[in-house]
């Protein structure tokens, strides 16, 4: 069992019906060839999980590594040396000899990946209230990879707390009217390009702008428009932000000098322009 306090000896009791042919082991139940994780009100473990057959977690060393996966981009192999290095060479680490099975208790790269999908999961199922259910066979990585993909799915459909933006600006409500029924559809734009935070960028994909760009008598753009600036009312605004302008005292005047040493950007076709040269925005 691992845990923020280092590695620590622990038995896991398996119990079965013979009747149903139901497996109950500490986190999860087995049955008719799927596996099912307790939930709350089936009384789950609140502060440890299993996950792999002979190794559980902690929630409270899951959620660390968790979070330094998004916050530190830290790998799995990097977090399970950090966990080896720290307890493993100093900790007197329990072992299983004289059992049929060998295995050592130091911790690898594939268990902390699937600690930290599985509560990652766990975290998401019981935040909706689900029950989260696994193909009982297989490697632990080949049963998480489809239910990580429905979930996926779930974001895409259902959006999250981070998807709910909607504004005048972002967002436009139309009726479109089919096989006599009345529909509300929505065209949505993001406010990141995926690479930096704050760039505009239109959400459409290159057929839909392909079609918009022939309604309007122009040559198709070549692929997606990453700034389209006539999709909303700011356009103006954001072109004057790429303006050089002095911040040193002269009002905001233009000044001749920081021309050399500012890039200007195109607003309709995203080039900078510096110093006699010229390149793309990503």
């Given at each position: 069992m691992y845990d923020l306090d280092g590695i620590h000896l622990a038995e896991f009791h398996t119990w079965a019906c013979l009747d149903c042919k139901t497996y109950y082991r500490p986190s999860y139940y087995t049955h008719k060839k799927a596996r099912f994780y307790y939930s709350d009100n089936q009384r789950a473990d609140p502060q440890h999980f299993q996950v792999h057959c002979h190794f559980g977690m902690s929630y409270r060393l899951a959620r660390m590594f968790w979070q330094s996966q998004m916050l530190g981009h830290t790998s799995h192999f990097n977090l399970a040396n950090l966990f080896n290095v720290t307890h493993f060479n100093?900790?007197?680490?329990?072992?299983?000899?004289?059992?049929?099975?060998?295995?050592?208790?130091?911790?690898?790269?594939?268990?902390?990946?699937?600690?930290?999908?599985?509560?990652?999961?766990?975290?998401?199922?019981?935040?909706?209230?689900?029950?989260?259910?696994?193909?009982?066979?297989?490697?632990?990585?080949?049963?998480?990879?489809?239910?990580?993909?429905?979930?996926?799915?779930?974001?895409?459909?259902?959006?999250?707390?981070?998807?709910?933006?909607?504004?005048?600006?972002?967002?436009?409500?139309f009726e479109v009217e089919h096989g006599g029924n009345v529909a509300l559809k929505a065209i949505r734009a993001v406010v990141t390009d995926g690479l930096t935070i704050g760039h505009w960028r239109c959400s459409a994909s290159s057929v839909q702008l392909e079609e918009l760009a022939h309604r309007a008598n122009?040559?198709?753009?070549?692929?997606?428009?990453?700034?389209?600036?006539?999709?909303?009312?700011?356009?103006r605004k954001f072109k004057n932000l790429f303006e050089p302008r002095s911040h040193r005292g002269n009002g905001g005047l233009r000044n001749p000098q920081e021309e050399t040493l500012h890039p200007k950007i195109d607003a309709e076709s995203a080039w900078f322009q510096s110093a006699g040269r010229s390149f793309r925005s990503p």
């Amino acid at each position: 069992m691992y845990d923020l306090d280092g590695i620590h000896l622990a038995e896991f009791h398996t119990w079965a019906c013979l009747d149903c042919k139901t497996y109950y082991r500490p986190s999860y139940y087995t049955h008719k060839k799927a596996r099912f994780y307790y939930s709350d009100n089936q009384r789950a473990d609140p502060q440890h999980f299993q996950v792999h057959c002979h190794f559980g977690m902690s929630y409270r060393l899951a959620r660390m590594f968790w979070q330094s996966q998004m916050l530190g981009h830290t790998s799995h192999f990097n977090l399970a040396n950090l966990f080896n290095v720290t307890h493993f060479n100093s900790q007197q680490v329990p072992t299983h000899a004289g059992t049929s099975h060998s295995f050592s208790p130091k911790m690898s790269p594939e268990l902390a990946r699937d600690a930290v999908d599985l509560f990652s999961l766990l975290r998401r199922c019981k935040r909706r209230g689900a029950i989260l259910q696994l193909n009982a066979h297989g490697q632990q990585e080949d049963r998480l990879l489809p239910t990580m993909a429905r979930e996926l799915h779930h974001v895409a459909n259902h959006g999250s707390k981070y998807r709910d933006h909607f504004c005048s600006y972002c967002v436009k409500v139309f009726e479109v009217e089919h096989g006599g029924n009345v529909a509300l559809k929505a065209i949505r734009a993001v406010v990141t390009d995926g690479l930096t935070i704050g760039h505009w960028r239109c959400s459409a994909s290159s057929v839909q702008l392909e079609e918009l760009a022939h309604r309007a008598n122009a040559p198709p753009p070549n692929g997606v428009v990453r700034r389209a600036t006539l999709h909303f009312p700011g356009g103006r605004k954001f072109k004057n932000l790429f303006e050089p302008r002095s911040h040193r005292g002269n009002g905001g005047l233009r000044n001749p000098q920081e021309e050399t040493l500012h890039p200007k950007i195109d607003a309709e076709s995203a080039w900078f322009q510096s110093a006699g040269r010229s390149f793309r925005s990503p």
